[in-house]
């Protein structure tokens, strides 16, 4: 019952949130995508979001931006938006380890010439805190990451997908390059060992964007 009455008064409060969100990326996507597909993934977002997310002050600000990120590859995959640069998706178990620091490392080497996605095929609560001490040791900040579920559309968007550790359980689309990298799994490793394991990620990094037309990798000053 305590319970019940918990989520009813959450989501009384978070209701007039959420339609803010559904009007701002309607107009966003206006011509693009219609209202109701708007509306449709920013609930099924906050309801992904909410099952797992501990941080319930910024649950609305994390739907807005995973619904924004969604639905921008919805429209990329249907042709409705053009992709200006690579598109890259770095799937892991729990997004909150490789996948992350993979991601931060190839914006911070591509210096936007690579649009970069992270996703877990069974997503954590939050970032591993030891994985954002590391990687603030080589000044990257993963302050604002936070772990989302892997969906059909933002592997449809992608280029090029990597997954690290999480077996087969990304979806395959043609004209599509996927990548296994065979990276240790930092989850519960002593930041000794996170340090090894996010420079082996940068390797890796480096070696993608070296294949990609324009990404050629920026030294980490």
């Known amino acids: 019952m305590v ?4 989520h009813e008064e959450f989501y009384g ?11 701002e990326l309607a107009l966003r996507f206006d011509g693009t995508l219609s ?4 509306e449709r993934f920013v609930g099924e977002c906050h309801r992904l979001l909410a099952q797992k997310s501990r941080l319930r002050r910024h649950l609305p600000l994390l739907t807005e931006r995973f619904a924004r990120e969604r639905l921008t590859a919805l429209a990329q995959s249907q042709g409705l938006i053009m992709r200006e640069v690579p598109e890259v998706l770095y ?19 591509a210096a936007g010439r690579v649009h970069v996605r992270t996703a877990g095929t069974a997503p ?17 900040d993963l302050g604002g990451a936070f772990p989302k579920p892997l969906t059909d559309e933002v592997v449809a968007a ?21 990548l296994d990298w065979n990276i240790a799994d930092p989850e519960g490793a002593p930041i000794e060992r996170v340090r090894a394991i996010r420079d082996h990620v940068g390797e890796r990094v480096r070696e993608l964007l070296s294949e990609l037309p324009g990404t050629a990798p920026q030294s980490i000053g």
């Open 158 to 178: 992608a280029d090029v997908v990597v997954t690290m550790g999480c077996g087969d359980a990304c979806p395959i689309y043609p004209a599509t390059r996927y």
């Open 91 to 109: 799937v892991c178990a729990r997004n909150a380890g490789r996948s992350q620091m993979a991601a931060a490392l190839t914006v911070h080497h």
């Open 3 to 6: 319970i019940e009455m918990f």
């Open 35 to 38: 209202p109701e597909t708007v």
């Open 124 to 140: 954590a609560h939050h970032v591993d805190p030891v994985i954002i001490e590391a990687m603030a040791e080589i000044g990257i």
């Open 13 to 23: 409060r978070t209701e007039p949130l959420l339609e803010r969100i559904c009007r």
